[in-house]
T-cell receptor, first 118, second 109 residues
């Protein structure tokens, strides 16, 4: 149980285009989803926290207009990188947790999406 | 926000040896979690230890927590080549995990 999927697993796009990444919890209701980015050989940096049905809370330094997050249902959150540039190339990882569950502290991670902006 | 700081940054050992990784953090926590990441993949949750616990076991994993020193350790016993990965600690203060830079473990067969 507690499986989180991401789609696509990798994407290559031209500079200036927008890219949408989906994060789905397959077998549980994710009241909260988190979005991280990770540069090579570095740690995961939390970008934002989203609760189902409400606006995402962004970490300091993360542009909310550039990284649009939607969490419209208990099983789906999307991250849209708008007007992507080469410096946005990174590994984006989502995670999900169920605050109503006994294991609410645990986050279940997706496999990640590798974004390359040319 | 706070960050777990892992030590060492990299560790190379032979199969069968034990691997110990340490983590330090800065403020009070509700719990501390350890995760594993294979190269280019997502994270796998290994173990969660609550602030009122001092030690926890899961298979070949042993985690300790010392809240007075704000530190934790992860011990992998009888390591295997398949244990090769990066290991991250993540102190949980307000249901938000802030990951450290991780320990890159290489286990040679």
């Amino acid at each position: 149980g507690a499986v989180v999927s991401q789609h696509p697993s990798w994407v290559i796009c031209k500079s200036g285009t927008s890219v949408k990444i989906e994060c789905r919890s397959l077998d549980f209701q994710a009241t909260t989803m988190f979005w991280y980015r990770q540069f090579p050989k570095q740690s995961l940096m939390l970008m934002a926290t989203s609760n189902e049905g409400s606006k995402a809370t962004y970490e300091q330094g993360v542009e909310k207009d550039k990284f649009l997050i939607n969490h419209a249902s208990l099983t789906l959150s999307t991250l849209t990188v708008t007007s992507a540039h080469p410096e946005d190339s990174s590994f984006y990882i989502c995670s999900a947790s169920d605050r109503d569950a006994e294991s609410y502290n645990e986050q279940f991670f997706g496999p990640g999406t590798r974004l390359t902006v040319l | 926000s706070q960050q777990g700081e892992e030590d060492p940054q990299a560790l190379s050992i032979q199969e069968g040896e034990n691997a110990t990784m340490n983590c330090s953090y800065k403020t009070s926590i509700n719990n501390l979690q350890w995760y594993r990441q294979n190269s280019g993949r997502g994270l796998v949750h290994l173990i969660l230890i609550r602030s009122n616990e001092r030690e926890k076991h899961s298979g070949r994993l042993r985690v300790t927590l010392d809240t007075s020193k704000k530190s934790s350790s992860l011990l992998i016993t009888a390591s295997r080549a398949a244990d090769t990965a990066s290991y991250f600690c993540a102190p949980d203060e307000t249901d938000k995990l802030i990951f450290g830079t991780g320990t890159r473990l290489q286990v040679f067969p």
